[in-house]
Structures are given as C-alpha cells and as structure tokens.
C-alpha cells in the first residue's frame, strides 16, 4: 500500500540527509499528514495552491517504521473524504519509493502528475 506526501523539494533534500522526516506537522500536530492517491489533487488545491517548488513523495506503507493511522481531519473537510492517513512519529526516508515533481498549472492548481494517472 502506498500513501503520498507534499513537501517542500528542500525540506526533502535537508530530510535524505538527516534519515528521517519530520516535515512541517510532527512537532506541533503529533503527526505528518499524508494522503491517498484520490485525495492528492484535493488536499493540494487546498492547501498549496499556486506554490512552487514542491514535491510528491510516495511511502510504501509496509516499510514504515513509525504507526500509520486513518483518521478523520482535524480542519475542514474536503468533499467526498473522510479519513486520512496520519504518520505517528518521523518518516524513515527509505519508506519513500519514489518522487515527483508537484508543480501546478498555469491557473495554480494541481493535478496528479503525468506518471500517476495509471495508478488511479
């Protein structure tokens, strides 16, 4: 199983070189919010509309080191969700399997980058 996470390619880059990630969320949420690959879209359009330099990290959920859970969010809901899943401690950086660039549109917004479509 695999769940995504939108950073900062920085934050990203400074984390490989730690071992670990703790992202903007761990020290003052208690967790890393982290999406399904049909919240993706939502949650950036949310949340990070017009930013650049961002990037789309994909964890395999079995090598994860600290407790995954889904739960349902603390802000506002997006339409159509209920549960999100939430990392409980830092993120081992081998857990992520793979990453994409998570630039958007002309217009700001987001959409699932190129080689992601087919997973939906």
Known sequence: MTVYHIT???TWEQ???????????LDTDGFIHCS???QIAAVANSYYS???GLVLLCINTHKLQAELRYEAPAG????GENLFP???GPLNVDAVTAMFD???????????????????
Do not use: C, K, N, V
């Open 8 to 10: 900062r390619r920085e």
């Open 15 to 25: 984390a490989q070189a730690a071992g670990e990630y703790r992202g903007d969320t």
């Open 36 to 38: 399904t690959i049909r």
């Open 50 to 52: 017009g930013q650049h």
């Open 76 to 79: 506002p809901a997006i339409e």
């Open 86 to 88: 939430h990392i409980y």
């Open 102 to 120: 998570f630039e958007p549109g002309p217009d700001g917004s987001f959409t699932l980058p190129e080689g992601m479509i087919g997973l939906l």
